[in-house]
C-alpha cells in the first residue's frame, strides 16, 4: 500500500544532541512537509518541500532545518534541541497539483521526540 | 487573521448517543475544509474535503456539514472505536488547524 514512514517512531535525545528524524513515502506527491505537534495541541507547519523547492515558516526556529535528497526521502534535523522540542513530529504529503494549500495531506505515523 | 476554533474541546458519549461536534472558522475566501482524525500516538488520518456551504459527506457513522461559517461533524449511534481526536482544517497560504475535539465513547 501506498503511504507515508516516518522513522524512527520514538526517538529520546539529550539536551543539545543533534538528532534527525526521518520521513519516505511511497505515493510519489511532490510536496513534503514537517509538522511540529506538542500534546493537546494542533500540528504547528514547520516548513515544506515543494518538489526541490525549500519553504520555511517565518516562526521556525533556525535550530531546525530539513533535507530532501530526493522525491520520497525527506529529513528533519534539529541542531541543538531543547526541553521545548520535545513533541510528535509529522511527515505530510500532498500532490501539489494545482493550488497546493487546498491538496489533501496524507500524514505519517509521527515520531514521538523527547529531550532529556 | 484567519482562525478556525473547534468545541468542545472534549466529548464523552454512550455508545449509540448521536452528538455532533463544532469547527468555526473566520476567514476571507474559504477554499476549502478538512476534517482528520487522529489516534492517540499517531499522525492525523484524512475523512472529509467540504468546499462550498450545503455540501454534505458521509463515512460509517460520520457525516460532514459545512455552512458559511461553520462545519459539523455529526457522529450517529457511535461505537467505542470512534474514540480519537477530531482535527478541522483550513487551507489558506497553509493547512491552519484546529486545536481538536477529543471524543470518548464508553461501552
Known amino acids: 500500500d501506498a503511504m507515508v514512514i516516518q522513522n524512527p517512531r520514538y526517538q529520546v535525545t539529550q539536551f543539545g544532541k543533534p538528532v534527525t528524524l526521518s520521513c519516505s513515502q511511497t505515493l510519489n506527491h511532490n510536496v513534503m512537509y514537517w509538522y511540529q505537534q506538542k500534546s493537546s495541541q494542533a500540528p504547528k507547519l514547520l516548513f515544506h518541500?515543494?518538489?526541490?523547492?525549500?519553504?520555511n515558516e517565518a516562526d521556525t526556529p533556525d535550530n531546525f532545518q530539513s533535507r530532501r535528497p530526493n522525491t520520497s526521502f525527506c529529513f528533519l534535523d534539529i541542531r541543538s534541541p531543547g526541553l521545548g522540542d520535545t513533541a510528535m513530529y509529522l511527515c505530510?504529503?500532498?500532490?501539489?497539483?494545482?493550488?497546493?494549500?487546498?491538496?489533501?495531506?496524507?500524514f505519517g505515523p509521527g515520531t514521538r521526540l523527547t529531550v532529556l | 487573521e484567519d482562525q478556525v476554533t473547534q468545541s468542545p474541546e472534549a466529548l464523552r458519549l454512550q455508545e449509540g448517543e448521536s452528538s455532533s461536534l463544532n469547527c468555526s472558522y473566520t476567514?476571507?475566501?474559504?477554499?476549502?475544509l478538512f476534517w482528520y482524525r487522529q489516534d492517540p500516538g499517531k499522525g492525523p488520518e484524512f475523512l472529509f474535503t467540504l468546499y462550498s456551504a450545503g455540501e454534505e459527506k458521509e463515512k460509517e457513522r460520520l457525516k460532514a456539514t459545512l455552512t458559511k461559517k461553520e462545519s459539523f461533524l455529526h457522529i450517529t449511534a457511535p461505537k467505542p472505536e470512534d474514540s480519537a481526536t477530531y482535527l478541522c482544517?483550513?487551507?489558506?497560504?497553509?493547512?491552519?488547524f484546529g486545536a481538536g475535539t477529543t471524543v470518548t465513547v464508553r461501552a
Open positions: 518541500y515543494y518538489d526541490k523547492d525549500f519553504n
Open positions: 482544517a483550513i487551507p489558506q497560504l497553509k493547512l491552519s
Open positions: 476567514v476571507s475566501g474559504l477554499r476549502g
Open positions: 505530510a504529503t500532498s500532490r501539489g497539483e494545482g493550488d497546493s494549500p487546498t491538496d489533501t495531506q496524507y
